[in-house]
């Protein structure tokens, strides 16, 4: 399965051809209704509004062989102590190794803004960010399946 965490994803249409060339059921969680594929193969979940309510949803779910999309750095670690696997819309592969630093910088960036400094964010998506996902996926997918067997 595939967990997409799909509030502000911008590759939600990748996620679902990707599922489809393997034949992977997708969630599709959010906050709110999205437009899905009509299709069996894929599941609109809303959830309701609050922090972390779609985040809990996946990680409840979350099992070895699943892939969750996400950019939520505190989901990518309770996936993957689920046994799933967890990517970024860029193209990033959460691993066990390096969650932990992950988790630190985002602590560190959130103390820097509370206390007012001013931070760049994330650098704009585009068309490379797009194409390393794909790739990505791909990877962690295949992975996931072969893990399965």
């Known amino acids: ?11 939600k ?21 999205i437009r899905v594929p009509v299709t069996p193969a894929v599941e609109q ?7 972390d309510i779609a985040d809990d949803w996946i990680a409840e779910r979350a099992q070895p062989g699943d892939v969750a999309v996400t950019n939520d750095i505190p989901l990518a670690d309770r996936v993957l102590k689920a046994g799933a696997a ?4 860029n193209g990033r592969i959460f691993t066990l190794d390096m969650i932990g630093s992950a988790l630190a910088s985002r602590s560190i960036g959130e103390h820097l803004r509370s206390m007012g400094e001013v931070t760049s964010g994330p650098k704009a998506f585009g068309p490379q960010d797009r194409s390393k996902f794909l ?5 962690v997918v295949v992975k996931a399946i072969r893990g399965r067997r």
Request: charged share 20%; hydrophobic share 50%.
């Open 1 to 11: 399965m595939i967990f997409i965490d799909a509030d502000a994803c911008p590759v």
């Open 135 to 139: 790739q990505a996926l791909d990877t």
């Open 86 to 89: 967890a990517l970024a819309p």
């Open 45 to 51: 979940v809303v959830v309701d509004a609050g922090p």
């Open 13 to 33: 249409d990748e996620v679902y051809k990707v599922a489809a060339r393997y034949g992977l059921k997708t969630y599709v969680v959010s906050n709110s209704w």
